[in-house]
């Protein structure tokens, strides 16, 4: 069963930056679609971007287009979400997710990580 592990959040002041990874372990078959979340609290988890875990086009939802940016190291298992310009409604818990579906629904994504936390302050 694959394992997904997020890192690089932490607490940016509005307007900086910031990319988080996703190192994937273990056997990702038959999950071959992987790609970032964010929930707030009181909040339904939403759908940011994704990218097909053999390469490919990625998906970005249009609220994060221009701003947010997907990548992997296919040799690392990694995947990265870079954010730009964060804003303080951007402070959420920030997830990564392995399924088989473009479609960046967090139902159907059966496997996730623990979870990054990123604060934008101001």
């Known amino acids: 069963q694959v394992q997904l592990v997020e890192t690089g959040g932490g607490e940016v002041q509005v307007g900086g930056s910031l990319t988080l990874s996703c190192t994937r372990s273990?056997?990702?078959?038959?999950?071959?679609?992987w790609a970032w979340f964010r929930q707030t609290p009181g909040k339904s988890r939403e759908g940011i971007a994704g990218?097909?875990?053999?390469?490919?086009?990625?998906t970005i939802a249009a609220g994060f287009q221009g701003r947010f940016a997907i990548s992997q190291d296919s040799a690392k298992n990694t995947l990265y979400l870079r954010m730009n310009n964060l804003r303080p409604d951007d402070t959420a818990m920030y997830y990564c997710?392995?399924?088989?579906?473009?479609?960046?629904?967090?139902?159907?994504?059966?496997?996730w990580g623990q979870g990054t936390q990123v604060t934008v302050s101001s």
């Open positions: 990218i097909p875990m053999a390469g490919g086009p990625s």
């Open positions: 997710a392995a399924g088989q579906t473009r479609q960046l629904n967090p139902r159907l994504f059966p496997h």
């Open positions: 273990g056997n990702s078959a038959p999950n071959n679609y």
